[in-house]
């Protein structure tokens, strides 16, 4: 995050004093300032996936007691790869066969999430460590065991959206709902990761139930501080009932939202 010499935060719309306000007031919090022109929207969203992606992988290793397993954080994997939806790979291929089955069923569930964390299946060795929990003749169709299937499984989808429009917001909704739809198995978390000052445009995204499990702001504590020392009640209402309808919360809650 950084501030241009005009003292327009990198994720501020320059066009709305309550948002410079707001980043403005989180930016002293966090510091340094460093003073940069802006970068280009997609420049600043992909730098952001990495930040997350690094963030998230590392507390990932830090909490194997929490959460065993052989676990990976990736960018840009689509959700065809994993066991869940592997079964979308033979949708694709017999839509690109016939016109009529393409139009019918569309592309939409031909996902690519910002950030996914899958889980290696296991070896029967590893699963009868203790004692013998699994033999030839039990537990032949579980995702988890390596003698089944192979593939990875998808634990987690994370979307990162530096700020946030109404129209951004869908988007992220829609790739909720292909993942719930689509799935045949266990469904993932399925989170929204977002660096957007105004609450109002977060509500957007965070109100409502089903598509998503929850939005984390990257500074909810200072937005919170932000919004009381300015004197935004009405915004601050908002920000509040977010929070305390567990529709949003720090991204410090999200890696141990992630292993339960």
Request: a neutral charge.
């Amino acid at each position: 995050m950084t501030r241009s010499v005009a003292g327009v935060p990198s994720n501020a719309d320059k066009a709305s004093k309550p948002s410079i306000a707001i980043s403005n007031a989180i930016l002293d919090q966090i510091g340094p300032v460093i003073t940069a022109q802006k970068l280009p929207g997609q420049t600043s969203g992909a730098d952001f996936e990495g930040i997350c992606a690094t963030y998230i992988g590392t507390c990932f290793e830090r909490m194997r007691h929490l959460r065993p397993g052989e676990f990976q954080v990736t960018k840009g994997r689509g959700i065809a790869q994993f066991d869940q939806y592997a079964h979308l790979d033979e949708l694709e291929a017999i839509a690109k066969s016939n016109r009529e089955i393409a139009t019918a069923i569309g592309s939409d569930y031909l996902i690519k999430p910002d950030i996914v964390i899958s889980r290696e299946p296991e070896e029967d060795s590893t699963i009868n460590a203790m004692e013998t929990l699994v033999d030839q003749r039990s537990s032949k169709l579980s995702s988890l065991r390596k003698v089944n299937q192979t593939q990875a499984i998808l634990h987690a989808s994370i979307s990162c959206k530096w700020t946030l429009r109404s129209d951004r917001a869908q988007n992220a909704r829609s790739e909720g709902l292909n993942l719930i739809r689509n799935r045949k198995g266990r469904l993932p978390h399925i989170a929204v990761i977002t660096a957007q000052p105004l609450p109002g445009r977060v509500a957007s995204l965070a109100l409502g139930t089903g598509d998503i499990d929850c939005v984390y702001h990257f500074a909810l504590y200072e937005l919170h501080k932000a919004l009381v020392e300015q004197g935004r009640e009405e915004t601050l209402e908002i920000l509040d009932m977010m929070i305390e309808g567990k529709r949003l919360r720090d991204i410090s809650d999200l890696p141990l939202d992630l292993v339960i």
